[in-house]
């Protein structure tokens, strides 16, 4: 018996694995390689080919980049770097991959300890089969995995040092605490939407110390308290320490007189819209918002691009919202009643909280949040299912397989939805290969570039230059002229004379749409460089175009002859 449980969580996690790889593991390179995918890494890539990096704002230690942008550090293009190097542009897909596996062992262990074993096994199942976390992952796209890899590490070193408090002659307490505090650090320089899980940690303190006997009076009367502020010294320094390489940006920017970047950045989405829209001071409406994000990242239904309608598992909002209910009347009855409120709080106030944004409200803002959703709905239909088993008059050596059979009775229908979403998501990417900006056509349009040694082509619009340079290891590095204005600018019209005037420049754009479709066009600069090209003497002609399966054009290359 003493084997067996030694060998069932390592069963269970390989077991759990071994479906997440199958989900997320086949046809790796559909959807088509998309633009925010390698704009972490095309600093890295100048990194491999000894050459400089663009600095953000020219602020770098020693060369190397810190920012990529003000609020998004550079964390994850270095932890993709070796990725990259080996496996080229899949390597983009496989390190995402790679740190979801790691998320998913954390989550177990964090799981096991405070709800046991029964729940961390279906919190990994649960896991193993989202749509959301799988299709997130592999794709990369304003995600990092690698912040619930920090996130749940930092959770399960505070989980250690909060046991170690009660055995007297402990060691290495303030070493769990220093630890933690760099892992809170590097995510909050991963990415600024990490404040809100520094918020979360804060949260569950503050449960932990109002409900444990007497932890509050003796913080209150005490210096040596275990949450005194010299007791949290480490944990403090820590995250300094993590977040040393955002502080130095800021620091640099200031005494430069760039200002506090990521600072300001914070303070002017409070009064101003965000670069996309959004106004903070709206709340009610953001929080609408949020709440359609949530559903939508709870149901798997974000991912429009890789079908012709996007599919959705319609049991997954009510589980959770049951889950709620019903877990929250078990728990009373349970020893775990502290760690269910701080889950339910953490859900309960991150919708609000995330409400407020410095770029827009998205689906995956939520993917930081992750496994707390699947622990919900976790514990409820574990805690229901032993309620259950109870009812029936059996004898003990049966309770645990009448359990299990009534666990897999109430998760049937809702896990089987998910497996089914992801399957229809696959076999619709088998037939589209993605569409329009997110297409496959994206290979075909690097590999035009290659064969014909066309190593700067002009990028007319966004959505083009960080994927072909990721994709061709470097070999094609496109040059942006379109500006981010809606409109073409003066700015623009001066970079596109500037050009025009080498008469071996190749361009590339989007296509604009026609009467039909609106085609894939994001600032659309075709008209007015066709105009500038025949103010300079020039008529500029379609060369290639690269097509989705569809037979839509999605990347078209002009030449100014």
């Known amino acids: 018996m003493s084997a067996l449980r030694k060998v069932?969580?390592?069963?269970?996690?390989?077991?759990?694995?071994?479906?997440?790889?199958?989900?997320s593991l086949r046809q790796l390179q559909l959807p088509g390689f998309y633009y925010d995918e390698g704009f972490d890494l095309t600093p890295m890539l100048a990194l491999l080919r000894g050459a400089q990096p663009e600095l953000l704002r020219g602020i770098g230690l020693n060369g190397w980049p810190l920012m990529r942008m003000d609020y998004m550090g550079s964390l994850n293009g270095y932890l993709s770097l070796p990725f990259v190097a080996t496996f080229g542009y899949l390597g983009a897909r496989i390190q995402p991959i790679f740190f979801s596996c790691v998320t998913m062992v954390l989550a177990f262990m964090l799981v096991r300890r405070w709800f046991g074993f029964g729940v961390a096994l279906v919190t990994v199942g649960l896991l193993a089969v989202s749509p959301s976390f799988i299709w997130f992952t592999r794709q990369g796209i304003t995600v990092t995995s690698s912040m619930t890899v920090l996130s749940l590490g930092a959770w399960l070193l505070l989980d250690l040092w909060r046991v170690r408090l009660r055995q007297p002659g402990s060691r290495y307490k303030s070493a769990l605490l220093l630890c933690a505090g760099v892992l809170l650090g590097l995510g909050l320089w991963d990415k600024i939407i990490f404040l809100w899980w520094l918020v979360l940690t804060a949260l569950i303190g503050g449960i932990w110390m109002i409900c444990t006997p007497g932890l509050l009076r003796s913080t209150r009367n005490k210096v040596d308290s275990p949450v005194s502020p010299r007791a949290m010294a480490p944990l403090m320094l820590g995250l300094v320490i993590g977040a040393s390489p955002l502080i130095y940006f800021n620091v640099s920017g200031l005494l430069r007189g760039l200002g506090s970047p990521a600072v300001t950045l914070l303070f002017k989405s409070l009064l101003e819209p965000t670069q996309y829209g959004v106004r903070n001071s709206n709340f009610i409406a953001n929080l609408v918002k949020r709440w359609q994000d949530f559903a939508t990242f709870l149901n798997g239904s974000y991912f429009w691009y890789q079908a012709n309608v996007p599919y959705g598992n319609v049991f997954s909002v009510p589980a959770f919202l049951i889950s709620m209910v019903i877990g929250s009347l078990l728990a009373t009855r349970r020893a775990e009643w502290r760690k269910w409120l701080a889950l339910c709080a953490c859900v309960a106030v991150y919708l609000p909280m995330s409400s407020f944004t410095v770029s827009d409200l998205w689906a995956t803002h939520f993917f930081v949040l992750l496994p707390l959703p699947q622990m919900i709905v976790a514990c409820a239909s574990v805690w229901l299912a032993e309620w259950l088993a109870s009812l029936v008059h059996i004898r003990s050596s049966m309770r645990v397989p009448v359990t299990a059979c009534a666990l897999v009775a109430l998760l049937a229908v809702p896990v089987s939805r998910d497996q089914w979403v992801n399957e229809q998501y696959h076999a619709a990417l088998a037939q589209t290969g993605g569409s329009g900006r997110f297409s496959d056509a994206i290979y075909?349009?690097?590999?035009?570039?290659?064969?014909?040694?066309?190593?700067?082509?002009?990028?007319?619009?966004?959505?083009?230059?960080?994927?072909?340079?990721?994709?061709?290891?470097?070999?094609?590095?496109?040059?942006?002229?379109?500006?981010?204005?809606?409109?073409?600018?003066?700015?623009?019209?001066?970079?596109?004379?500037?050009?025009?005037?080498?008469?071996?420049?190749?361009?590339?754009?989007?296509?604009g749409g026609d009467e039909k479709w609106p085609g894939f066009a994001v600032f659309d600069r075709r008209k007015e460089f066709t105009r500038l090209a025949a103010e300079a003497g020039h008529h500029a002609t379609e060369v290639f175009t690269a097509y989705e399966r569809s037979g839509l054009p999605v990347y078209v290359v002009l030449k100014a002859d």
Not at 467 to 483: C, D, K, L, M, S
């Open 444 to 511: 075909s349009l690097a590999g035009y570039f290659e064969q014909n040694r066309i190593g700067q082509p002009i990028a007319l619009d966004w959505g083009i230059q960080a994927n072909v340079e990721v994709v061709t290891r470097g070999a094609v590095r496109p040059v942006e002229i379109f500006g981010f204005t809606p409109q073409p600018d003066d700015a623009f019209r001066a970079r596109a004379r500037e050009a025009l005037a080498n008469p071996d420049n190749v361009y590339v754009l989007l296509w």
């Open 8 to 23: 069932a969580p390592v069963a269970v996690v390989t077991l759990a694995l071994a479906v997440f790889l199958f989900n």
